[in-house]
């Protein structure tokens, strides 16, 4: 185990991801985390992030100098840099220049461990505005800038590491040989944690935990859940029920596809229910425009269709959920990084299931790491690769009234859409695409006819967090083709266009 410690910087999460890449198991705690707990998980390493502020800054995040005296090797990255050296004797000021971006650096000692078989100079990313203008006692210096007299020091002896620039970020072109060169020559990890060994510990794991006990989880053909599904299944078998609420606003095809994979068909033991609720939720959402009160009532009709379920079921021990680490990150519970979002799987738990306790098998692992748990419990790579997919559904991608007919019209294009990309080679490139059905009718012409009907929106956006994101430049092939299958083949649509906004000032959604 290598400990990250968080001072809230922004790359936190790459950094723990950097160091599970090396097959290293790691997890993020709080600079607050008390030393007695940190010395009770004995870790082989730790890390201290970056963070936003200036450690010799009163009210500044900090640890004391015993974190230094445990004889466990420490690398402290950016502020972690900066404030090891602050509090080991050495000193950190305001820089005149910030330096920020793709940086030469040069390494002054080939010899560190930390360095071994980075060439030199070699492009680092740097964002930083104060630096350490001495090095504290017993440290070396052993690398820097033209702008940045240490950009990484060292004491050997002790096992503190501090570099200055972010090797997390793969801007740093030979970070991971260095987040790999601390965890294995330095901390002396094994680096034999695999996703495969991940999958055997978490089934028995869950076998302790429920013993004999049932579980009851919420499958709604997304990643999180599916995986979470197929490891419970693996773990405990009939034991495991799942409902399915088909509401009406999935892709095409796509409960068909998920009852393929986790009904009585499929290769995964388990009780499989599915409720096809259709019906009511379009009788529910007639009418209704107003785009928060659609995913209200979807949201709410969520919960009554879930709990009549559940009531047939009766008592459970135990409520799964398909929460993962960064769900718990986000939600300021795993480090020390703002309350991004409060998620809806972490915190708020629902009152109208009879059950005693939550499990969540996935709460450890990374999104890309889910899918690689799933592909390796065998759950087929369309499922696992899919691309987010909103609660409400297609809910949120028809503007205006939602009914049965549009559902239908939005589905067909969008299958479309996603065809197309995939065959143009393009569908992990883009981070989301879909069709959105807009609220214009207009004229057109087909064939002799004189038309009125719906115009197509097209959405596709490259994003890194989903927070910002930039309309994805497709070539004008794949976009025509589109186009002229959708008015083609969709019965009800004479217009396609191509959403160009960004967000902000627009959202990814259509709603
Ligand atoms: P927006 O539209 O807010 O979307 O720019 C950002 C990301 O969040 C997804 N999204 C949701 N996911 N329930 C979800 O599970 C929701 O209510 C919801 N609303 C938006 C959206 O698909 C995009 O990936």
């Known amino acids: 185990l290598v400990i990250v410690l968080d001072f809230g910087g922004q790359y936190n999460q790459l950094v723990a991801r950097r160091v599970r890449e090396c097959n290293v198991y790691c997890e993020i705690y709080s600079y607050k985390t008390d030393i007695e707990k940190i010395k009770a998980m004995n870790p082989k390493g730790i890390i201290l992030t ?22 466990i090797p420490v690398l ?16 950190v000021e305001k820089a005149d220049v910030r330096e920020y971006g793709k940086t030469e ?38 690398a820097h800038t033209a702008d940045c007299p240490v950009a990484a020091a060292e004491n050997e002896a002790e096992k503190l590491y501090a570099i200055q620039f972010h090797p997390e970020v793969l801007h740093t072109q030979e970070g991971t040989k260095m987040i790999n060169n601390f965890v294995k020559n330095v901390c002396e990890c094994s680096g034999d944690w695999r996703m ?26 997304g990643v999180d859940s599916s995986v979470a599904a197929g490891l419970l299944s693996r773990a405990i078998g009939k034991q495991l ?40 939720y379009y009788n529910k959402l007639a009418g209704v425009t107003e785009p928060e009160q659609k995913r209200k009532i979807i949201g709410e009709e969520f919960i009554r269709v879930f709990e009549e379920e559940a009531k047939k079921i009766g008592a459970v021990d135990f409520l799964a959920q398909g929460t993962i680490y960064p769900d ?14 409060s998620h809806h799987n972490v915190g708020g738990l629902p009152d109208y299931v009879d059950f005693k306790e939550i499990i969540e098998p996935l709460r450890d692992l990374f999104k890309d790491e889910v899918r690689k748990a799933g592909l390796e419990l065998g759950i087929p ?71 009125y009907d719906y115009a197509v929106a097209l959405r596709a956006v490259k994003t890194i967090d989903f927070m910002t994101a930039e309309a994805a430049e497709i070539p004008y092939e794949v976009l025509n083709k589109v186009m002229s299958r959708i008015i083609n083949e969709v019965r009800g649509v004479n217009r396609v266009f191509y959403d160009l906004t960004s967000k902000p000032p627009g959202t990814i959604e259509f709603e």
């Open 50 to 71: 970056g963070g936003p502020n200036s450690c010799y800054l009163p009210d500044s995040p900090t640890y004391s100098d015993e974190l230094f005296k445990l004889g």
């Open 76 to 91: 402290g990255l950016c502020y972690g840099a900066q404030l090891m050296m602050h509090v080991l004797g050495g000193k």
């Open 105 to 142: 650096v040069l390494i002054d000692k080939v010899s560190s461990k930390v360095f071994a078989d980075v060439s030199t100079p070699t492009v680092c990313w740097m964002s930083h505005f104060d630096y350490i203008s001495k090095v504290a006692p017993g440290f070396e210096i052993s």
């Open 196 to 221: 495969d060994s991940f999958v055997e510990q978490s089934i028995n794991a869950i076998r302790e935990k429920v013993g004999d006990g049932k579980v009851l989880l919420a499958l709604s053909g």
């Open 241 to 280: 029920t799942c409902v399915f609420v088909d509401h009406g606003l999935l892709r095409k095809n796509e409960g068909d596809e998920v009852e393929a994979v986790f009904g009585p068909d499929g290769d995964f033991d388990l009780n499989f229910i599915r409720v096809n609720a259709q019906e009511r």
């Open 328 to 341: 718990v990150v986000e939600s300021g519970l795993g480090g020390e990084s703002a309350v991004i979002k």
């Open 381 to 451: 790579e369309e499922l696992v690769y899919r691309q987010p997919f909103p609660g409400p559904g297609l809910g949120i991608r028809i503007i205006g009234e939602v009914t049965a007919e549009k559902v239908r019209i939005v589905q067909d294009a969008d299958a479309i859409y996603r065809e197309e990309i995939a065959k143009a080679g393009l569908d992990r490139e883009i981070n989301q695409y879909f069709a959105a059905l807009t609220n214009m009718r207009s004229v057109g012409v087909m064939g002799d006819e004189r038309t």
